[in-house]
């Protein structure tokens, strides 16, 4: 049976979208679209407004009277609460439609929406999470430091007009990353979903209206990186910047952003190693692994291992669990219960995921398995069964590039130093996973990785926990204090309480 997302479109309802701007939805300026092809079948599904620079003014110039001038930044601790916790009761009780919105926008299955990393109930507790810190992350009060008797006092105030740029890949969680601690700060927002994922995010939006958001306190603006990503990053009135995408997209933003000097923040790609050890539960650490470049979004992941390191004494074992759960997967239909994992993105992706894979065949690599483009009813589609790669050289193409596919690279190992030596030979620094049973063994090498998240015999994003990279992976962190702290500016007041003093 020919696949189709069409019937799935009309029982969602879904509308074509529009730009919110000052509490206006509106087309944009130029009338111009972007029309939403699904990843799965290349159907139409639907269009949204290509945001002008003229409407990313508009935009901005609304973001900034509501923060110059509006009641947002200026609300009591427990306005902003309520209004952040209903968000989160919204969220919850619209699970299945945003699920459903997700799949349209990215064929991420049903299925695999409903598992925590992904799931619209991450995002909830991420809005919970930083709703928390409203009342408790304040400034300090210092002794002088020399002379007489002084005050002196820190203020953390709301860093000002935020520019939040999203990729398509986990809009509810990443959304919530930015629009949690951005919110609860007291910040005003202009959102840029994915070109790919619009139409979920354009509904949570919708969500944070109900939630009794002032008018102007968030607006959207929908469209690719050009013009409407160039547009924001250069504007002159966006205090800061929170981009989560590709390294490409974020040196760029960097880049734009010297002008005027914003803050910036930056979650961008990785090539996290799963490093196995002898003493792993080898099965778990395949399966983890090979779930991670498979399941649910296709290894379109930031954070999947997708660089395995393997312990010669168990490589064969690896390898051959690796298979199994390859093996598994199911394509198709997102809304069915039994597809487990998705199409690549869009052509482009498709295009540079099958190039890795020659790649990795030039370069001398093994291909165990996998690695073509799915054909019969899933032609239509961007679908590539998942490739294991055996015997994979650390210095190859395929195990430092970011492939962002269902590719998986297994590099063989002879001790503990040569393992942690891999791991770090990479320009990134988003995760790794360490396997093995022995405590002593798991905890030492933690250490010794120079990455964000360090995953032991298992991985889990946490609304609670510091999330991010070192090296070319990101600037700062989401989640915990330190994210909600990155969306404030700290203040210095002092005062001299003796005339003597002055
Ligand atoms: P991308 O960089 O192509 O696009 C991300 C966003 O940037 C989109 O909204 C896009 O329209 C916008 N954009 C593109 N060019 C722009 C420009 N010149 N100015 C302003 N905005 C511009 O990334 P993607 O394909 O959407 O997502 C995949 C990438 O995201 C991968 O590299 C992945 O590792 C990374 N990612 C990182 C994390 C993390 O937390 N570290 C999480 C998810 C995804």
Known sequence: MTLSMLGHRDDVGLKDGLLLIGGQWRAS???????????????????????TAEDVDAAVQAARQAFDEGPWPRAT??????????????????????????????????????????????AADVFDHHAGWIDKAGG?????????????????????????ILPWNAPFLLFAQK????????????????EYASFSVLRMVELLEEAGLPEGVVNVVTGPGDPTGEALITHPLVDKISFTGSRAVGKRIVEASAGTLKRVSMELGGKSPAIVFPEAEVALAAATAMGMVTMGLSGQACIAQS???????VYDEFI????????????????????????????????????????????????VQGGNRLDGDYSNGNFVAPAIFADVDNKMTIAQEEIFGPVLAVVPFSDEDEAIRLANDTEYGLGAGVYTKDVRQAFRV????????????????????????????GIGREGGRSAYEAYTELKSVMMPLTEEMM
């Open 29 to 51: 300026g130029d009338g111009a679209t972007w029309t939403h092809k699904h990843p799965a079948t290349h159907e139409e599904i639907g269009s949204f407004p290509i945001a």
């Open 77 to 122: 601790v427990s306005a902003r609460v309520r209004v952040l916790h209903k968000f989160s009761a919204l969220l919850r009780e619209h699970n299945d439609d945003l699920l459903s919105r997700l799949a349209l926008d990215n064929g991420v299955p049903k299925t695999f929406g409903n598992i925590y990393a992904a799931s619209v109930g991450v």
């Open 140 to 164: 300090e009060t210092f002794p002088g430091y020399q002379g007489g008797d002084k005050l002196a006092v820190t203020f953390r105030e709301p860093i000002g007009v935020v520019a939040a």
């Open 179 to 194: 629009l949690g601690p951005a919110l609860a700060a007291g910040c005003t927002v202009v959102l840029k979903p994915s």
């Open 307 to 313: 660089r395995a390191l393997v312990h010669r004494d």
């Open 320 to 367: 051959t669990v690796a298979q199994g759960v390859a093996g598994y997967m199911s394509y198709g239909d997102p809304f069915e219960p039994s597809v487990l994992a998705s199409p690549l993105i869009n052509e482009r992706q498709l295009g540079r995921v099958l190039g890795y894979i020659q790649k990795g065949l030039e370069e001398g690599a093994r291909l």
């Open 446 to 473: 933690a250490k010794r990785l120079r990455a964000g998240s360090i995953g032991i015999n298992g991985f889990q994003v946490e609304p609670h926990l510091p999330f991010g990279g070192y090296r070319q992976s």
